[in-house]
């Protein structure tokens, strides 16, 4: 065996949690095979970093659908009309269900899609379709909005025989709108949604009872019955489709439709992108190119889900307009109404109808709301303003620009805002058990009791977490 110490010699520190073994090398790059240590595979500080990185990794990974029959016929389609997507793939995912993967890394900037404008469903399209002669000579005009439901529901109808049938066969087959759940799932919801809910099936049953003449007018292009092709649930399906699914495209003003606003296309492929609250991208339609274009606003990594924001919406408004409930939403809060805002106020106040009437008069009466920092500026404001006493209401306009006004004033105004919070965390706290017990009893209508669910246990996180911040508040004022 040659002597050790003639042979150049290379010591490899080893670290292994907080121990440390040595290795020599009798010559570079050749392990010594004398050298006696082992160190078990994945037990080291990097090992367990790289599996935690993995883990959060596949939980949020999404699942490639590309291989799904109506995907692989999507991509011809778009194929035709030339529009190849390299960048994105369809995928399921937890959280989201479908959206859309990216396959590479992709930068700040870049171009995601670029889908012509042939690919696009607007009212041109149903213009320059069979049913633009019927549309054209209907008196009073359709709106925009009817000639694009009534399209959808045709094509649907078509089957095999509509050439939109590989973007239909993509399109959901329910939604999960207010005007789609049942009225007992719906008077679970926060008061003012049930309201704006209620509104909105009475505004789509009225479209569809008015229209009942324009779609018998179509009667000579089907062999069915137009009654058995336009019901009130295809034409509610199309009316989802369109309002949960367009994206901003604004037309002219053309003399066979009303005046109403000609702004939504449905964009096949496109479509499948879904909100983040979180992310920032640049979408339009550019002129020049005569496609609708989306580019990302963050660096995004390879088979990570790729989103877009459908605006700065609270979670009330993503659930009457699109029909779901994203978690940590920054833009989510609860709002405080005027009935609820002087709930706790002395009903001895005589003049507690000037104080309204002055919040009234400077705007201050609306969008009072509790959020993930606490009680709005406005609705602190607003209360310190209901709190001032006799001989402080001539300083009100001080309260409406920041100021303080007293100790008391700022003490009380807490309280309240305290006391409101709790009265709605008792609330949220009531609805859940309902919602809890409704979904024990009705398997049914398990998936819209759920949807409902998610919205009140958003709200009861906000709104402990403005609890938790008043009670800072609470004790920083009572020290001063």
């Known amino acids: 065996m040659e002597d050790l110490a003639s042979v150049q010699r290379t010591v490899i520190i080893i ?8 290795c020599f090398l009798l010559e570079i790059g050749h392990l010594n095979r004398n050298c006696n240590f082992s160190m078990k595979k994945g037990r080291g500080r990097t090992s367990r970093i790289r599996r935690r990185k993995l883990f959060r990794s596949s939980e949020s990974r999404g699942v490639s659908e590309s291989h799904k029959p109506e995907f692989i016929e999507l991509k011809k389609w778009l194929k035709e009309r030339k529009f190849e997507d390299t960048n994105l793939v369809p995928a ?18 870049q171009m995601i899609i670029s889908l012509p404008e042939n690919c696009l469903l607007t009212t041109d399209t149903v213009i320059r379709s069979y049913l633009g002669a019927y549309i054209a000579k209907w008196k009073p005009p359709l709106s925009p909005l009817l000639a694009l439901c009534t399209f959808l529901v045709a094509e649907k109808h078509a089957g095999d025989w509509s050439p939109w049938k590989p973007y239909l066969e993509t399109l959901p087959k329910a939604y999960t ?4 759940l049942e009225p007992e799932v ?12 209620r509104e909105q099936r009475s505004r789509v049953q009225e479209l569809f009872t008015s229209s009942g003449d324009f779609f018998s007018s179509l009667q000579p292009l089907f062999s069915e019955a137009v009654e058995s092709i336009f019901s009130y649930s295809a034409f509610l399906w199309a009316w989802c489709t369109v309002n949960t699914r367009a994206v901003y495209m604004k ?18 492929y496109l479509d499948l992108l879904n909100h983040s609250p979180h992310v920032q991208v640049k979408a339009a339609f550019n002129e020049e190119t005569r496609c609708y274009e989306i580019r990302t606003g963050a660096r995004c990594r390879r088979h990570e889900e790729v989103f877009i924001c459908y605006g700065p ?32 106020l002395p009903s001895s106040d005589k003049q507690m109808n000037k104080k309204i009437s002055i919040l009234k008069d400077h705007e201050f009466i609306e969008n009072l709301t509790f959020g993930w920092d606490g009680p709005s500026w406005r609705l602190l404001s607003a209360l310190k303003l209901l709190c001032l006493g006799a001989e402080e209401l001539p300083y009100w306009k001080k309260v409406l620009l920041g100021e303080i006004i007293s100790d008391t ?20 706290n009531s609805m859940l058990q309902k919602v809890s017990h409704m979904k024990d009893k009705d398997m049914a209508l398990i998936n819209q009791l759920t949807l409902v669910e998610t919205l009140w ?22 020290v001063l």
Do not use: W
């Open 15 to 22: 670290h292994c949690g907080e121990k440390q073994r040595k």
């Open 92 to 109: 399921c995912f937890p959280d989201t269900g479908r959206g859309l993967m990216s396959r590479t890394s992709l930068q700040e900037g």
């Open 177 to 180: 709108c207010p005007v789609c």
């Open 186 to 197: 719906v008077t679970l919801l926060p008061k003012p949604l049930k309201a704006q809910a």
């Open 251 to 268: 037309r002219g003003q053309r003399q066979c439709f009303s005046t109403e606003p000609d702004t939504c296309a449905l964009a096949p």
């Open 313 to 344: 919406h609270d979670n009330r408004q993503l659930l009457l307009e699109y029909g779901f409930v994203p978690p940590r939403n920054p833009q989510a809060s609860v709002a405080v109404s005027q009935d609820m805002l002087v709930k706790y």
């Open 409 to 428: 004033n700022e003490k009380t105004s807490l309280d309240i805002a305290q006391k409101i919070c709790h009265y709605f965390i008792e609330e949220t």
């Open 457 to 478: 246990k958003e709200e009861f996180k906000i709104l402990q977490a403005s609890a938790g911040i008043l009670n800072h508040l609470q004790t920083a004022v009572a």
